[in-house]
């Protein structure tokens, strides 16, 4: 009988949010608490410095190992499924940079504040669930960007001939495609943590997040070495590739520029959908949430 | 004396399978995870239908120690990866004061039983090897065969354990280990031929990933390395396993020691 009506409060404030925060969205007050959110957590991260150099020497690490394993595949005909040796190169290196970037494993928190109810202050705050997220992990991924991507980007550098892209534009497309990987994670890892409303031990859900993003994405191996007809399925099916694939074939100019743009085109595609099925479950979720012990 | 150890265990299984949707998918799920290393291997193995120079049977068998040697030991002390929180929080005090070894407390507080579907998996990815491999049988060569992925089992045992004890000095070392941990199990299940310049030299011989896998693959199949490490080395991952463990054993003990609790 309380449960049901702190459940009913919730959700009602949560519509009377809504309500506010879909005239309040575009208003730049909301943009300031978002930018100050994005901020903050950049700033977090500038104090986990020991965090940030081992998973620096980690990433430095596989990429090795990555490298190695690719280049003797390519060793013997001299190329893997259309990459040139300097190609397969610039992709585990640069790849491995991102690896921390797009975050696929971070620590995720809000399934902790579910599940101990603390998630009831975070609902209570005048800022979107959903946009406080992907804010607060924007600031992560910069931090990483200047951080965790330059180091092993650099020590490969040193050690192996990256190909470089042909064109001064690649560099903008790759820098448009990583922004897009970014926010494509986000609101995939955002919902994965919505799983908790119903489960409240995510575990589960974010081991199957941990095996799909990992080997759909083409952190492993470039996905080109599959069946073309399975590449098909996980490009058009799934927004794995949009998270890893995608920004490293614009950056090693796979298919040419003209390629490039399309793949960036479907990330585009990819982050509405999510960001559309997001706010659908989200939605559900509030409707669900029973805080207890209160 | 093993029964408060195994009140632990039995503890931490029931409290881990009360979220049953949850657990199932994790048990499920980290089971697929393992097949997903062998995935890759074979993936990348059928664009030319060899690695480094080895033919599809021999890979197997390398994959096949690999695939039980890392999920038996991160099953039986992977969880001692948790250290770190015990030390942040100060929480190490209360194992300290227990009268039972620290190391096996961790191990048995934070057990997941959710790793045993990998070890099935692995045990059953050897066998299968076993059967293909053209595997030279003799009496040394079936000690081997069952010595091998135990020692292996050791040996990364050995790692995390390790790994977990930087932590008494640098909490947020964890991804420090994951690299010699998670990536030596990535690199085990490849041939070190595939591996080259430095890296190759540090990692696979320096550090004894090599001993893992592929030396006692090598023994049991009757090739010697091409990378030209002399023959009677093959056989000699039980002996390394046993050198790695005795060197995290002390460094867990100076790691206890050097612990300082927590607090103002």
Known sequence: ?294 | MASPYRKLLVAQVRSQTQYRVSFGLDLFFSTVLTGLDLATVWVLFTVNDSLGGFAGRDVLLMVGIAAFAFPAADLAVGSVERLRVYVRTGLFDAVLLRPLSTLWQLVAMDFAPRRVGRVVQGTAIYVVALAFAPVQWSVPVAVLVVLAPLAGAVFFGALFVAGATVAFWWIDSGEIANAFTYGGRDMTSYPMTVFGGLFRRVFAYGMGFAFVAYLPALAMLGHSDPLGTPDWLRWCSPLTSLVVAALAAWFWRTGVRHYRSTGS
């Open chain 1, 1 to 294: 009988m309380s449960g049901d009506h702190v459940k009913r409060d919730v959700t009602d404030d949560q519509d009377a949010h809504e309500d506010r925060r879909l005239i309040g969205l575009v208003s730049t007050g909301a943009l300031r608490v978002l930018a100050a959110l994005a901020g903050a957590e950049f700033r977090r991260y500038l104090t986990y410095r020991q965090a940030t150099v081992a998973g620096a020497f980690t990433n430095t690490v596989f990429g090795f190992m990555r490298c190695y394993i690719l280049l003797s595949v390519a060793d013997v005909t001299g190329q893997v499924a259309g990459y040139n040796p300097g190609q397969l190169v610039t992709f585990v290196w640069v790849g491995q940079g991102l690896l921390a970037v797009v975050n696929y494993w971070g620590q995720q928190e809000l399934p902790e504040r579910v599940r101990s109810g603390q998630v009831v202050s975070d609902l209570l705050r005048p800022v979107d669930l959903m946009a406080g997220f992907v804010a607060a992990d924007t600031g992560r991924a910069a931090h990483a960007m200047l951080t965790r991507f330059v180091v092993p980007v650099a020590v490969g550098l040193l050690a192996f001939d990256f190909y470089l892209p042909q064109h001064a534009v690649t560099y903008l497309l790759f820098a448009v495609s990583v922004v897009l990987a970014v926010q494509v994670c986000s609101a995939c890892r955002y919902l994965v943590a919505l799983t908790s409303f119903w489960l409240l031990d995510i575990r589960g859900a974010q081991m199957v997040w941990v095996v799909a993003s990992g080997a759909g994405s083409g952190l492993y191996f470039p996905l080109p070495v599959l069946p073309d007809w399975l590449v098909t399925v996980l490009w058009v099916g799934t927004p794995f590739p949009s998270l890893l694939q995608a920004p490293l074939d614009v950056l090693v100019e796979r298919g040419g520029i003209g390629h490039g743009l399309v793949l960036i085109a479907g990330q585009v595609a990819w982050l509405v959908v999510l960001v559309g099925l997001g706010r659908i479950v989200q939605r559900r979720a509030l409707r669900r949430l029973v805080v207890q012990g209160g």
